[in-house]
């Protein structure tokens, strides 16, 4: 069993900032890349921001480059995404991913969290 649970997700005001977290635990033999994905009502889950195991590439959607950042956390199995001059069209569900394998003769499969809500006013 593999949980990848989210935390971090609140009401802001357009320009603020926000800190998501997210932690995987449970029968993981190694994370190959961890991201975000985010989910606004009515529209079709988009990528928002990825990273490799070691944070050593990272990609962004075009909509948030410059105002979000992606780590890693010490602990591998965790990560972290800034977000800061928030605008409205940031508000959506919030979702954590991973891409793992479960053991050495497991293939890789993709791991998600339940979300978390972010909601930005004007």
């Known amino acids: 069993q593999v949980q990848l649970v989210e935390s971090g997700g609140d009401l802001a005001q357009a320009g603020g900032s926000l800190r998501l977290s997210c932690a995987a635990s449970?029968?993981?033999?190694?994370?190959?890349?961890m991201g975000w994905y985010r989910q606004a009502p009515g529209k079709q889950r988009e990528l928002v921001a990825t990273?490799?195991?070691?944070?050593?590439?990272?990609n962004y959607a075009d909509s948030v480059k410059g105002r979000f950042t992606i780590s890693r956390g010490n602990a591998k199995n965790t990560v972290y995404l800034q977000m800061n001059n928030l605008k409205p069209e940031d508000t959506a569900v919030y979702y954590c991913?991973?891409?793992?394998?479960?053991?050495?003769?497991?293939?890789?499969?993709?791991?998600w969290g339940q979300g978390t809500q972010v909601t930005v006013s004007s």
């Open positions: 449970g029968s993981i033999f190694t994370i190959n890349a």
């Open positions: 990273i490799t195991s070691g944070g050593s590439s990272t």
């Open positions: 991913y991973a891409k793992l394998r479960t053991g050495y003769f497991k293939s890789e499969s993709d791991y």
